[in-house]
């Protein structure tokens, strides 16, 4: 049986990957969550901890027996200029390391995020792409990058997943998508800045849970892209989500948008050939999905 705890249990990444995890019998979970309840269906362990606090480690390492793998995904999202952003996804991610280090954990994977590189210099984005993040929120999941390799126990298995925009049901309603997708469900216009060129990158949120139950499986070392198989532009998902909602909405460019020529184009080669990754969903699936939800 592999124990595997899970951080952020009650986010909506976190809860796919406990879905898939959930449904194999050799895997035992243990969800960590700052609520005070866990959110979920299935029977599992919930810990109720909040990883940016001085007394995590102690507190929660006394409430366990044994742990195989942490699956660390819990993370403040802010593009503000936040401390909250500091004291939960570095110093957060500094009392993971330390957790897993005291409980000889045999891997530990980190979720980061595509655009910790910054502006895209060279296409196809590789791992290998230079890293200058442009935000504090970037700049934090970077931190956690070199956190995670720099503190944990030397023999650990460390696996950074960097993935591009999450979307699937429940998503976040204020993302482009989301909105796309409601107003095109209302037959309203859609506001797409500039000219609409940006090409965006988006992969479904079980295609993710599948990613990390093949690394489970595989226990591949180092960074690997998780994203879907191709980019689509802002006109381009425009045009899909009145296609898809057989709407009357009206697509009305407006503004100026400084990244309109910025083309989110990523290999995912190395995680196919390393552990089998292989998306499935393509975003019009995903898309039905959501407007299903809506």
């Given at each position: ?17 406990l879905k898939e995890l959930y449904r ?271």
């Amino acid at each position: 049986m592999l124990n595997v705890c899970i951080t952020g249990i009650n986010g909506f990444i976190g809860r796919y990957i406990l879905k898939e995890l959930y449904r194999c019998n050799d895997i035992n979970i243990i969800g960590i969550g700052r609520k005070c309840n866990y959110e979920g269906e299935e029977d599992i362990q919930y810990i109720q901890a909040d990883i940016g606090s001085s007394g995590f480690v102690d507190s929660v390492s006394n409430q366990l027996d044994c742990i195989d793998v942490i699956i660390h995904l819990a993370a403040h999202i802010s593009f503000d200029n936040d401390e909250e952003l500091i004291r939960t996804n570095i110093a957060g991610t500094l009392h993971i390391c330390e957790l897993a280090n005291k409980m000889n954990v045999e891997q530990l994977v980190y979720m980061s995020s595509i655009p910790v590189i910054g502006m895209p210099l060279v296409l196809p984005i590789t791992e290998e792409h230079p890293t200058n993040p442009m935000t504090l929120y970037h700049s934090s999941k970077l931190a956690g990058e070199n956190i995670v390799n720099n503190c944990c126990n030397a023999d650990m298995v460390k696996t950074i997943v960097r993935i591009s925009s999450p979307i699937g049901g429940g998503m976040c309603t204020n993302t482009i998508l989301s909105v796309f997708a409601k107003r095109s469900k209302m037959n309203e216009d859609i506001t797409v800045l500039g000219m609409g060129t940006r090409e965006q990158n988006y992969i479904d949120v079980r295609d993710i849970s599948k990613g990390i139950l093949q690394i489970l499986k595989e226990k591949p070392q180092g960074i690997y892209n998780l994203c879907s198989h191709s980019s689509i532009s802002n006109i381009e998902l425009a045009e899909l989500c009145i296609k898809q909602a057989e709407s009357s909405s009206r697509i009305v460019c407006q503004g100026n948008d400084s990244q309109d020529e910025v083309k989110w184009r990523i290999s995912i080669d190395k995680a196919k050939k390393t552990f089998g990754f292989y998306p499935v969903y393509e975003i019009s699936e995903t898309l039905k999905w959501i407007l299903e939800e809506e």
